[in-house]
C-alpha cells in the first residue's frame, strides 16, 4: 500500500517499498499554466532532499521542483520531453516526473499528508 | 521648449484638479535632508542651431574615413552602406517602437527579427540564431557562458591569436576561482597545439577565424578532436563578409557561433553601437541567451510571430536566468537584415569577392616594398605587416601625412614585447588604386625618410 | 478578396517574396584573380534570398505599418519612459564626424571623439552629483553589471569577499537578482510596506556580517520616492556594504535632486529612458554607470582623461589608473552613436529643461492618477511620481482580467500599459505618461480608459475576444514555446 507525501512547494511522492514516484499537484500545475517543457535530471544522480533538482517551464513562469527525499535516480519520464502538456492534463497519474530510490524514509515524516496540503492550498484561495 | 508640450495654462489647469498649487507638493516625500532644485554646474536651454554649432564643432575636430585613404579593421570594418538602409531605420514606426512585447501591434519588429534569424543561421551553417546581443565581444562571452553550462564543466581554451579585447571580455565576465581561462597571445595559431591542450576538463575552445592577423583556417580536424572529448568548439567571426567565400563555421563543425555583424548595414561610429550574432545548434536552443522569435498562429489561425522562450530570461527566471542580458540590438539588426536582403546571394558573394581582391591587390603591391613582409599564409580582407619600424610611430606619421592606415598590435595589447613592428591592415571594397597608391608612396616616405 | 484591406498589405517573408537571383546593390564585377584563403575557401550556395531596391523599400514599408510606435500614440509603459525621440539627436549622430571614425584610429586624429564622450560624462556626473562614471555599458541591465561588478571588486580589495548576501526589495525588477546572483552573491528578499516602500525593520534584520550591499530603485517599481532612502544608505555603509541604485525611474527626479546627496555608490542611467534616444524596436541602448568616491577606483576600461589641454584613452589594464578595475565588459568604447543623441537632448534641454521634464513627468502622472482613481484602484494612497500602479481590483466581480483589460486598450489605438508587473501588487498595470504627453492626449487617454472600465461590466466577452482591430489577433504563445519554429526553412518537397 502506497503512501502518498506532499510537500509546501506543491510536490508528491507516493512511495511504495523504498521506492519513490515525484509529481507536482493539480493545484501547481494550474498555478503554471500551459507547460511547455520539463527539464528532468540525469538518471543515476543523487540529490539530497530539498535539492533544485528539475524545472518545469510555462510560457510566463520557470519553477523549481524540489525533490521531497534524498535518494538516487531511478527513472525519469522521458515522453514528457515530447509531450510536456501532459503534466496539465493528468498531473498525479501519466504527469509523473521521475522515479527514486529513498534512502533516508525517515524524512517523510517532516512533509505533510493529503489532508495538511489540502488545507495549506484551502488557505491560498 | 520644443519638446514640452504642456503650456503654463495646461500646468494651472491640472494642478487645480489635482489640488495642489505647487507641482513641489509633489515632491513632499523627498527627505528633507536632500536638497530640492539644487543648482547645477551647466547651462540652460539650447536652440537647434546653437546645438547644432556646437557638436558640428566638436565633430570637426576628427578625421573620418570618408575624407582619407582608410585601411583599419581589426574588429570594426567599413563597407559601403546603400542609402536605402539609413532611409528605412528613420522610419518612424521602426525608429520610435518599443520592444515587441505585445505582438499584436509588433508583427513589423518581429517579422524583420524572425528572417534576421534565419539569415544568421544560413551565414553560420547553423541551425538556430537569437535576435541578435550586444557585440561580437559580449556574444563570445555568452557563448564560453553557454558552453560551460551544457558541458558542466570549467576550464575554457582561448585560441592565442583571439582579439585581445575579446579574450578580456570573456575572462571578465567568466572570472571566479573555479575557472581557468587560458589566453596566451601570439602570432601563430597551430590546430595541433591547441588539440595537444583539450582534456575532459575543458568546456569549450574558442577560435576566431579569420584570426586578429586575418589568418584563415579549416577547423574541422578541432571540431572533430573536440567532439571525441566532450567539449565544445566556439567559432567567433569579427568580419561576416568572410563568409561570403569561406567554408561556414557550421559545415566545419561548430557548436556554437559568436560574430560581430557590424560590417553590415552599421557605420563605424567610433566603436558603437554594433551588433552581435549568436547561432547553435537545435539541441542547445534552451541554452541559447538574449531573445528570439518564434512563429506561431493566432485564434483565427492567422500566422504570426512572438518573442519566445522567454523563460530563459532574467525577467522571469530571475537568480536561475542563462544570462542577465535584457535587450536585443534592435534597430542594429534591422540595418544588417535590411543590407543583407538588398544584397542577396549574388551581392554578398560579389561584395565579398571584391573585399578579398581589395587585399590581394594591397598585398601585391606590398610584396614588393623592401623592409615590408606580410606574416599571413592566408587572409581574407585583412593581414598583418612587418615593418622596418614601430608601428605605433609609423600609424601616426602616415595620419599626419593623411592615411589612416591600419591597427598596430600593440595598441591591443598590455605587454607589448614582441609585437612592436606588427600593423593589421584591412583593405575593402571602398579602397580605391590611389588610397593604395597614397599608402605606399607614403610608407616609402615614413619609414624611409 | 486579396489578403490586403485597404492601406494594410499582407507581407510574405523575405525568403518567400525574394529570390537567391535578385540583388537591389550594384557593385563592380570581381576580377577573378587567385585567392588567397587556402582551404577555408568555398563557393557553396547559402540560400541568401535577395530584392532590388524598389521590392526591398515595399518588403520593409509594408512591415512597418504593422509596428505601433511612439510617433504615432502614447505608450503609458511604467519604468519605460517612452518619451519622444528628437529628431535633431538623429541628425546629429550622422554627422561623419562622429559616424565615420573608427574606434581604434590614433588618439590624435579622434580627439573630437573623445571630447564628446568627456562632455557627456561631465554632465551625468553634474546631475547625479557623483564623483565619477563609465560609459562602457551597452544597456541598463549590463549598466547593473557593471555596478554590482566594482561592488564585488571592491571588497575583493578590502580583503572582504565573504560579504556575500545582496538584499533586494521585493518589488524589484528581476534583472536585480539575476545580476547579483550571477555574480556568485546569495540574494535576500526584503518586504514591502503597507504603503509600497521598503521595510525598514526588514532590511535592519537582514543585516549581518555578511552582508555586501543592497539594491534599491528610487523611485520604486511602485511609482513612490523611497524616503527612508537616506536612512538606508546609512546604514548600508555602517554596516560593511554598498547602496546599488537602478536609475531606470531617474525620469522623475533628474534636475530636481542629485542622487549622489541620497548616499548612493553606484547608479546605471539609461540613455534611452531618461534621456530620449530611440527604443529602436528593442535597441540599441547605453547604460553609463555612475560611482560615489568610495568605488571610483574599480571602474572597468577604458577611461577617457583630459591631460594638458588633450584627451586621451586610458585602455590598458596595466595602465596605473586602471590597476583596480574589474576589467573590460565590451570591445572597444562604448555606445558612441547613442552618446551624441543623448549629448544633443541634454544640450537642447540645459539643466533647468532637464528639471522641467521631471516636474512635468510628475505632475502628468498625478493628473492622470487623479482623473482616473475613481476608475481604476490606486494600489497605494497619496500622490505617485512619474507613474501610477494600479492594482486588478476594479475588475473584481468581472471575469476580466489584466491581460484582458490591456488587449482591449489596443483596439482602442494604444499601447498597454505595463501589466503584472511589480509582482507585490495582484494583476499590476503600471502607467508612466512622461512628459512629452500634451494635456490633450492625456485627457483622451483618460476618457478611454472610463469608457472600458464602464464597458467591462456589462460587456466583458468583448474583452476576452480583444483586440479584433489588429493586423493580427492574440497569439498562441504556449504553442510557439512547445514547438519552437525559430526561422524560415526551404521546404523540401516529399518524396514520392
Known amino acids: 500500500m502506497a503512501d502518498i507525501f506532499y510537500t509546501k512547494d506543491h510536490e508528491w511522492i507516493k512511495v511504495d517499498n523504498g521506492e519513490g514516484v515525484v509529481g507536482i499537484t493539480a493545484y501547481a500545475s494550474e498555478q503554471l499554466g500551459d507547460i511547455v517543457f520539463v527539464e528532468l535530471p540525469q538518471k543515476g544522480m543523487s540529490f539530497d532532499q530539498g535539492k533544485d533538482v528539475a524545472v518545469i517551464e510555462s510560457v510566463k513562469a520557470a519553477s523549481e521542483i524540489y525533490t521531497p527525499a534524498t535518494g538516487e535516480i531511478l527513472e525519469i519520464n522521458s515522453s514528457l520531453e515530447e509531450r510536456p502538456e501532459v503534466v496539465n492534463n493528468d498531473p498525479l497519474g501519466s504527469g509523473w516526473l521521475y522515479k527514486m530510490r529513498v534512502l533516508k524514509p525517515e524524512e517523510l515524516k517532516s512533509l505533510m499528508s493529503e489532508e495538511d496540503y489540502n488545507k495549506l492550498i484551502g488557505a491560498k484561495s | 521648449m520644443r519638446y514640452l508640450p504642456l503650456t503654463n495654462e495646461d500646468r494651472k489647469n491640472m494642478k487645480e484638479v489635482i489640488g495642489i498649487t505647487d507641482v513641489n507638493q509633489l515632491f513632499a516625500s523627498v527627505p528633507n535632508n536632500v536638497p ?414 | 478578396m486579396s489578403n490586403n484591406r485597404g492601406l494594410d498589405h499582407d507581407e510574405k517573408l523575405l525568403f518567400e517574396v525574394g529570390d537567391i537571383s535578385k540583388t537591389g546593390v550594384d557593385l563592380p564585377d570581381p576580377e577573378n584573380i587567385k585567392n588567397m584563403l587556402g582551404s577555408s575557401c568555398s563557393d557553396t550556395e547559402i540560400g541568401l534570398a535577395g530584392l532590388s531596391e524598389p521590392e526591398t523599400l515595399r518588403h520593409y514599408v509594408r512591415l512597418s505599418r504593422k509596428n505601433y510606435s511612439i510617433d504615432a500614440g502614447l505608450y503609458p509603459l511604467g519604468s519605460c519612459t517612452m518619451k519622444h525621440n528628437p529628431r535633431l539627436n538623429e541628425k546629429m549622430a550622422r554627422l561623419e564626424g562622429f559616424s565615420e571614425i573608427h574606434p581604434l584610429q590614433p588618439i590624435s586624429t579622434c580627439q573630437g571623439a573623445l571630447e564628446l564622450i568627456d562632455l557627456i560624462s561631465t554632465w551625468l556626473k553634474e546631475l547625479t552629483g557623483m564623483a565619477a562614471i563609465t560609459m562602457t555599458p551597452k544597456a541598463g541591465a549590463q549598466g547593473e553589471l557593471c555596478g554590482m561588478m566594482a561592488i564585488k571588486q571592491a571588497l575583493i580589495f578590502k580583503k572582504e569577499s565573504h560579504r556575500k548576501v545582496v538584499l533586494v526589495p521585493d518589488s524589484a525588477h528581476g534583472t536585480n537578482p539575476a545580476t547579483a546572483a550571477f555574480l556568485g552573491f546569495d540574494v535576500r528578499t526584503i518586504k514591502s510596506t503597507q504603503e509600497g516602500l521598503i521595510d525598514f525593520e526588514d532590511f535592519k534584520e537582514n543585516i549581518d556580517e555578511h552582508f555586501a550591499g543592497v539594491m534599491i530603485t528610487n523611485p520604486n517599481t511602485c511609482g513612490l520616492f523611497e524616503s527612508d532612502i537616506v536612512k538606508i544608505s546609512e546604514l548600508t555603509h555602517k554596516s560593511g556594504g554598498y547602496l546599488y541604485c537602478d536609475g531606470a525611474n531617474f525620469n522623475a527626479v533628474v534636475g530636481k535632486l542629485k542622487p549622489g546627496d541620497l548616499g548612493i555608490d553606484a547608479m546605471h542611467i539609461n540613455l534611452h529612458k531618461t534621456f530620449s534616444t530611440p527604443h529602436g524596436g528593442g535597441g540599441p541602448g547605453s547604460g553609463p554607470v555612475v560611482f560615489s568616491k568610495r568605488l571610483e577606483n574599480f571602474c572597468p576600461t577604458p577611461l577617457v582623461k583630459k591631460i594638458n589641454g588633450k584627451y586621451d584613452l586610458i585602455e590598458n589594464l596595466d595602465n596605473k589608473e586602471l590597476s583596480n578595475s574589474f576589467g573590460r565588459l565590451n570591445v572597444f568604447h562604448g555606445q558612441m552613436g547613442m552618446f551624441v543623441r543623448a549629448m544633443s537632448y541634454m544640450l537642447s534641454h540645459g539643466s533647468d529643461g532637464l528639471r522641467q521634464v521631471a516636474e512635468d513627468a510628475v505632475l502628468n502622472a498625478n493628473y492622470l492618477r487623479e482623473s482616473l482613481s475613481m476608475h481604476l484602484t490606486p494600489a497605494f494612497q497619496g500622490y505617485c511620481m512619474h507613474e501610477i500602479l494600479f492594482s486588478d481590483e476594479f475588475l473584481n466581480d468581472t471575469n476580466v482580467e489584466t491581460l484582458d483589460f490591456a488587449k482591449a486598450m489596443i483596439d482602442e489605438g494604444y499601447h498597454p500599459m505595463t501589466i503584472y508587473f511589480p509582482l507585490v501588487i495582484h494583476g499590476a498595470l503600471l502607467v508612466e505618461p512622461t512628459e512629452t504627453e500634451s494635456k490633450q492626449s492625456l485627457d483622451h487617454f483618460i476618457e478611454t480608459l472610463k469608457g472600458l472600465v464602464a464597458r467591462v461590466k456589462n460587456d466583458s466577452d468583448s474583452f476576452k475576444e480583444a483586440p479584433i482591430f489588429t493586423p493580427i489577433r492574440r497569439l498562441d504563445e504556449t504553442q510557439a514555446a512547445r514547438k519552437p519554429i525559430l526561422r524560415w526553412r526551404e521546404e523540401v518537397p516529399a518524396k514520392a
Not at chain 2, 562571452?141 to 582579439?163: G, Y
Not at chain 2, 557548436?255 to 547553435?280: H, K, R, W
Not at chain 2, 546571394?345 to 571584391?354: A, C, H, N, P, W
Open chain 2, 36 to 449: 530640492l532644485d539644487p543648482s547645477f554646474n551647466l547651462p540652460d536651454h539650447k536652440t537647434e542651431m546653437e546645438v547644432g554649432r556646437i557638436l558640428s564643432q566638436i565633430a570637426g575636430k576628427n578625421i573620418n574615413s570618408n575624407q582619407v585613404p582608410f585601411f583599419l579593421g581589426a574588429g570594426a570594418y567599413k563597407h559601403h552602406i546603400p542609402a536605402t538602409v539609413d532611409h528605412i531605420i528613420q522610419r518612424s514606426e521602426f525608429l520610435t517602437s518599443y520592444t515587441p512585447y505585445q505582438p499584436e501591434i509588433s508583427q513589423g519588429t518581429l517579422q524583420y527579427l524572425f528572417e534576421f534569424q534565419t539569415q544568421v543561421s544560413l551565414l553560420t551553417g547553423m541551425d538556430v540564431s537569437n535576435a541578435s546581443m550586444y557585440d561580437g565581444s559580449t556574444a563570445s562571452a555568452e557563448a564560453v557562458s553557454m558552453a560551460k553550462r551544457i558541458t558542466k564543466r570549467n576550464k575554457v581554451i582561448l585560441s592565442p591569436t583571439l582579439h585581445p579585447q575579446y579574450a578580456e571580455v570573456i575572462k571578465t565576465l567568466i572570472s571566479s576561482s573555479e575557472d581557468s581561462v587560458e589566453y596566451k597571445f601570439s602570432e601563430c595559431f597551430e590546430v595541433d597545439s591547441l588539440i595537444s591542450k583539450i582534456d575532459d576538463d575543458v568546456s569549450c575552445v574558442v577560435v576566431q577565424n579569420p584570426d586578429f592577423f586575418g589568418e584563415c583556417y579549416s577547423l574541422e580536424n578541432l571540431s572533430k578532436y573536440c567532439q571525441s572529448k566532450g567539449a565544445l568548439l566556439i567559432v567567433v567571426v569579427n568580419e561576416v563578409v568572410s563568409l561570403g567565400m569561406m567554408k561556414s563555421p557550421g559545415s566545419m563543425g561548430a557548436d556554437i557561433v559568436a560574430c560581430e555583424g557590424q560590417s553590415l548595414g552599421n557605420s563605424l561610429n567610433f566603436g558603437g553601437p554594433y551588433i552581435g550574432l549568436m547561432s547553435t545548434k537545435d539541441k542547445f536552443v534552451r541554452q541559447l541567451p538574449g531573445r528570439i522569435v518564434g512563429e506561431t498562429n493566432d485564434v483565427d489561425g492567422e500566422k504570426g510571430f512572438v518573442l519566445t522562450l522567454a523563460t530563459r530570461e532574467q525577467h522571469i527566471r530571475r537568480e536561475k536566468a542563462t544570462s542577465n542580458i535584457c535587450t536585443n540590438s534592435g534597430l542594429c539588426s534591422l540595418a544588417f537584415t535590411i543590407h543583407l536582403s538588398l544584397l542577396g546571394e549574388k551581392g554578398f558573394k560579389k561584395l565579398s569577392k571584391l573585399n578579398h581582391e581589395a587585399a590581394i591587390k594591397l598585398y601585391s603591391r606590398l610584396e614588393c616594398l623592401d623592409g615590408f613582409e606580410v606574416i599571413n599564409k592566408t587572409f581574407f580582407n585583412e593581414f598583418t605587416i612587418k615593418l622596418p619600424i614601430d608601428a605605433e610611430t609609423f600609424v601616426e606619421k602616415m595620419a599626419s601625412k593623411g592615411v589612416l592606415a591600419g591597427v598596430p598590435v600593440s595598441r591591443l595589447l598590455n605587454k607589448k614585447d614582441n609585437f612592436l613592428n606588427l600593423l593589421v591592415v584591412a583593405s575593402s571594397e571602398i579602397n580605391l588604386d590611389s588610397d593604395r597608391d597614397e599608402f605606399i608612396r607614403l610608407a616609402k616616405e615614413v619609414c624611409y625618410e
